[in-house]
């Protein structure tokens, strides 16, 4: 089982920076992906950002603003994310894929807005 809590959403304006993170109960190998999914009101979860092994997949609507990293020192994933628009508001979940199995955190809620 691993548990994963995220932090750092909040309210934002458009332009502003945020910074999300997500801490995992235990290590996580670096192989087994780690990433950041949102779900905005009325629309399905998407992937926004995941990293494995080092490599680094963006969804085309955050490329260029966001970016994924990891510490494994610190069994933690982190989500800069820049140059925020109305439009990036949503949950934020974190997941990892350990061996196959699906792990959620409880989401953040990131607003954007003036």
């Known amino acids: 089982q691993v548990q994963l809590v995220e932090s750092g959403g909040g309210l934002v304006q458009p332009g502003g920076s945020l910074r999300l993170s997500c801490a995992a109960s235990?290590?996580?190998?670096?192989?087994?992906?780690m990433g950041w999914y949102r779900q905005a009101p009325g629309k399905q979860r998407e992937l926004v950002a995941s990293i494995s092994s080092g490599r680094t997949n963006y969804a085309d609507s955050v490329k260029g603003r966001f970016t994924i990293s990891r510490d494994n020192a610190k069994n933690t994933v982190y989500l800069q994310m820049n140059s925020l628009k109305p439009e990036d508001t949503a949950v934020y979940y974190c997941n990892a894929n350990v061996f196959g199995l699906n792990y959620w955190g409880k989401g953040t809620l990131v607003t954007v807005s003036s």
């Open positions: 235990r290590s996580i190998f670096s192989d087994n992906a």
